[in-house]
């Protein structure tokens, strides 16, 4: 199983975001050139790239199948501000160009909020653009994520999604992210994940399929609310992830935990100790623990 999580991409950049990923045992990761919510970003340092290449073959991590994600502030959905949305286009851009000095494959991306205009319209936004960031030069492909819903999300049914697949240019660069927590909120059972994966193929095929993201969900099934829980901790339940992330048509994809970080308490909203490390060996011996989120806070403490 190709398994990892996302990681963090800070001073020593892609490679301390291999030296994070392997000390949770993970084969493959996923990363932001730089913070999610902001624009700031430091040019690629090619001695740490290059080292990073080296652990990561040292380690048996394949670099087609890491995975960067676009900033959440990029919306190429709105127009209503030319500048604004302008800047989305340029800005993925340059992630895409950063992505490509690295050497990574593939790039996730929210499609984008309607905030205020017609979902069609909306649609069509995403494609205008992504045709003026995707050229037959361009080497990354650009993954679109199902989403939950939440607000003026677009991307939360299989349609919405084809829709924006079908309006590409450079066809054979565009793709899609699966997230399970998401497609659980937007009102697709995972339950009956053989059932959906009949349904995705039909709709878009599943040789679209190129990264999965791994997460349980505190909400109800249809909330369209996207609040991500640990794995077996959430609504959706360790045996249904256990069956997605095993299902043999998924078996060469990635798979990527974007699972909460776990806090000194139940009630304490602070992000302090990564589960991924445990979550991951979970995984690997489909078996659950009950008392994951204690084993994690006792880990870290004592180590």
Excluded: W
Aim: net charge negative.
């Amino acid at each position: 199983m190709i398994i990892g999580s996302h990681v963090s991409f800070g001073k020593e950049q892609l490679l301390g975001s291999v030296k994070e990923a392997i000390s949770y045992g993970a084969n493959t990761f996923m990363f932001y050139t730089g913070a999610p919510q902001n624009t700031i970003r430091k040019d690629i340092n090619e001695e740490l790239t290059l080292e990073a290449k080296k652990l990561m073959m040292e380690n048996n991590i394949d670099i087609e199948n890491v995975i960067c994600h676009a900033p959440y502030i990029v919306n190429l959905a709105n127009n209503l501000d030319e500048r604004k949305y302008d800047f989305s286009i340029t800005f993925l851009k340059n992630e895409i160009a950063r992505c490509e000095s690295i050497g990574i494959k593939y790039i996730v991306l929210h499609p984008g909020s309607s905030v205020g205009i017609e979902r069609t319209t909306a649609l069509n936004n995403i494609i205008f653009a992504l045709n003026k960031i995707i050229t037959k030069d361009t080497k990354v492909v650009v993954l679109l994520e199902t989403m939950a819903g939440k607000g003026t999300e677009l991307g939360c049914k299989l349609e919405e999604i084809k829709y924006l697949l079908d309006g590409i240019n450079e066809s054979d660069k565009i793709g899609v992210c699966l997230d399970t927590c998401h497609l659980n909120d937007a009102g697709y059972n995972m339950g009956e994940f053989e059932s959906f994966i009949e349904l995705f193929e039909k709709t878009i095929g599943l040789e679209k399929i190129k990264c999965i993201h791994v997460n349980d969900s505190k909400n109800p099934f249809s909330s369209h609310k996207d609040r991500h829980a640990n794995i077996g901790f959430g609504t959706l339940g360790f045996d249904t992830i256990i069956n997605i992330i095993y299902n043999e048509k998924l078996r060469s994809i990635p798979k990527i935990l974007e699972t909460p970080y776990i806090g000194e308490n139940d009630e304490d909203k602070e992000r302090i100790y990564p589960p991924y490390k445990f979550e991951i060996v979970m995984l690997k011996d489909k078996k659950f623990n009950a008392n994951l989120l204690n084993d994690i806070r006792d880990f870290y403490k004592n180590n």
